[in-house]
């Protein structure tokens, strides 16, 4: 005998579900957010419960939207904390990056132009500023802090530039390439122009066209240079015997040199006076009457007549000297 389902209109004839299977247990119900089991129990209005039902589903499913919004919302505040945290950490290290001198490149990287700089001894011979100016583009090219360049510096030095950096106090402690590099030049530099001056007061000599007034000058605007390079005192006896033997070697004419050694000047003063009345006497400018002394001018030796008063004057110095030692 076939059974026919008595569901309301709309049911599954062949596979319908009793009414408290498709409500579900209590547990169920209870889970969904609703007691509706009660209530369609104590309800006997036809298909009532089944609105009921369906009421109460759509209510645990909001439940279960408005759970999964704010699992949603804890996660999503979780992901803004985790952010703000790495953003403030970014923040930090862009600050200490902005803040902190970065690291330069280690001078062993650039061990080639550490290389390219020549040694420097401290000789005469060699020039400073050459030597300063090597060390200075290798470090700029390979980037180097001021304690790399003054310890690349230390490594190409020998002699008695090692020597200076090593005992000088103002160098041992030194960590500012530019005052290391002023004391260092002030020091070799100086002692290149002095050795320079000194080798151009033993080279000076009187040229065919000079007068012995113009070669004195000259080597009284070396003594010049020496005494301020030196820094020592004006008055120097030492240097005063040397210009005066340099004086004596390099007068152009043989007869002046020898007349004027024969004098024995003791000073630079005394031998001028003599080699300038020789010179006199070579152009024929002294007569044999001391007290008529006449100075020519010989044109094509003596262009100027500053020159020519100048040898005057010598002559009447002389002259002078020579009627006191007539009087007596």
């Known amino acids: 005998m076939e059974v026919v389902n008595s569901g309301h209109p709309g049911d599954d004839p062949t596979g319908g579900t009793s009414e408290s299977e498709e409500i579900g247990s209590e547990d169920e119900g209870r889970e969904l957010g609703g007691t509706w089991l009660d209530e369609s129990a104590n309800n006997t209005t036809p298909g009532k419960g089944r609105l009921s039902a369906i009421g109460t589903l759509a209510l645990a499913d909001a439940t279960t939207v408005e759970r999964e919004i704010n699992s949603l919302k804890r996660v999503n505040f979780d992901l803004r904390r985790r952010l703000e945290t790495i953003a403030h950490h970014n923040a930090a290290s862009n600050f200490k990056m902005a803040t902190e001198t970065p690291r330069k490149q280690a001078p062993l990287v650039s061990a080639g132009l550490l290389m390219s700089i020549p040694l420097f001894s401290g000789l005469e011979s060699e020039n400073v500023d050459e030597f300063l100016s090597q060390v200075t583009l290798a470090a700029d090219l390979s980037d180097w802090e001021d304690k790399d360049r003054i310890a690349c510096t230390k490594l190409r030095l020998r002699g008695a530039a090692s020597s200076f950096v090593k005992e000088e106090p103002k160098l041992v402690n030194e960590t500012v390439w530019g005052r290391f590099q002023q004391i260092f030049r002030e020091r070799f ?9 000194m080798t151009s007061l033993q080279r000076v000599m009187q040229g065919p066209a000079d007068s012995v007034a113009q070669f004195v000058t000259r080597l009284r605007e070396i003594r010049r240079h020496i ?3 030196s820094k020592q005192a004006f008055e120097n006896p030492l240097l005063d015997a040397q210009m005066l033997s340099q004086f004596q070697v390099g007068l152009y004419s043989d007869t002046v040199k020898q007349y004027v050694v024969w004098k ?13 009345f020789q010179e006199l006497q070579e152009m024929g400018g002294l007569s044999g009457n001391k007290r008529d002394r006449k100075v020519p001018v010989v044109q094509g030796e003596l262009n100027k007549e500053i020159a020519a008063l100048k040898r005057e004057l010598a002559q009447l110095r002389l002259a002078t000297g020579g009627n006191d030692d007539q009087r007596f």
Do not use: S, W
């Not at 530099?189 to 001056?197: S, V």
């Open 264 to 276: 024995q000047p003791k000073n630079l003063e005394e031998a001028q006076t003599h080699a300038e």
């Open 227 to 229: 005494v301020e390079t």
């Open 189 to 197: 530099e100086r002692k290149r122009q002095l050795a320079d001056l």
